[in-house]
């Protein structure tokens, strides 16, 4: 089975505070998402990135960067950490061929 | 652009009642056509998905969803609820397996004893 695993499942962080959240699947999936969830709202993609070095801007970049210098890994990064960010931020990865995604369990961010 | 609704953001059925989750895309091109499941702290996991072969798609727990063209819906059932289904549940759609999946807000199940 995949395994998708975030590096935190709690956070709790101050107003301009930089933050990482890492991501890391075992699989060796090219595909790799983050994905942000606020209730009412569903997910929203914040970036992606189809291969190491490369990276796409999603629905909600604003705020965020990422990166990617090894296939299995991938991190976001708030430069500057506002309260408006506090959300369950969602790690996931896909299947070639399929469109599937494949999850973490999520790293609940609250800002203060 | 695509987009996903699902009509009512909050459900409630009894438990050995039918589950009827609704969900309507639009999109501009046959789609990839998803439902992912979310128990309490956990992330999603895929339910079932449809992609251009059988119109109507068994997953897992007994679930199963049916696509309709003309309706541009991918309405999610089951039969008989139980207890264990009562999460969070997301419909969402992609145009290709290789572009980036739309979600839709969510539906969240409950199921009374």
């Known amino acids: 089975d995949v395994k998708v695993t975030q590096s935190s499942r709690y956070l709790v962080k101050r107003t301009g505070e930089k933050v990482f959240l890492e991501c890391v699947q075992d699989?060796?999936?090219?595909?790799m998402f983050w994905y942000r969830q606020d209730p009412g709202l569903g997910l929203r993609l914040i970036y992606f990135?189809?291969?190491?070095?490369?990276?796409e801007k999603g629905d909600i970049p604003e705020g965020y960067s990422v990166s990617r210098e090894k296939k299995e890994r991938f991190s976001l990064i708030l430069e500057s950490a506002s309260t408006n960010q506090t959300s369950m931020y969602l790690c996931?990865?896909?299947?070639?061929?399929?469109?599937?995604?494949?999850f973490g369990e999520g790293s609940r961010l609250t800002v203060l | 652009a695509q987009s996903v609704t699902q009509l009512g953001s909050h459900v409630s059925v009894s438990e050995g009642a039918l589950v009827l989750l609704r969900c309507n895309y639009s999109?501009?091109?046959?789609?990839?056509l998803f439902w992912y499941v979310q128990y309490p702290n956990q992330g999603l996991q895929l339910l079932l998905k449809?992609?251009?072969?059988?119109?109507l798609v068994k997953g897992i727990n007994g679930f199963e969803a049916e696509f309709k063209k003309s309706e541009t819906s991918f309405h999610l059932t089951k039969p008989s609820a139980h207890m264990s289904d009562a999460a969070e549940y997301f419909c969402a759609v992609s145009k290709t397996s290789y572009d980036k999946v739309i979600f839709g807000p969510g539906t969240s199940l409950s199921v009374i004893p």
């Open positions: 699989m060796d999936h090219e595909n």
């Open positions: 449809y992609t251009s072969a059988a119109t």
């Open positions: 996931a990865t896909t299947r070639t061929n399929t469109g599937e995604l494949f």
């Open positions: 990135s189809y291969d190491v070095k490369m990276k």
């Open positions: 999109s501009s091109v046959p789609p990839y």
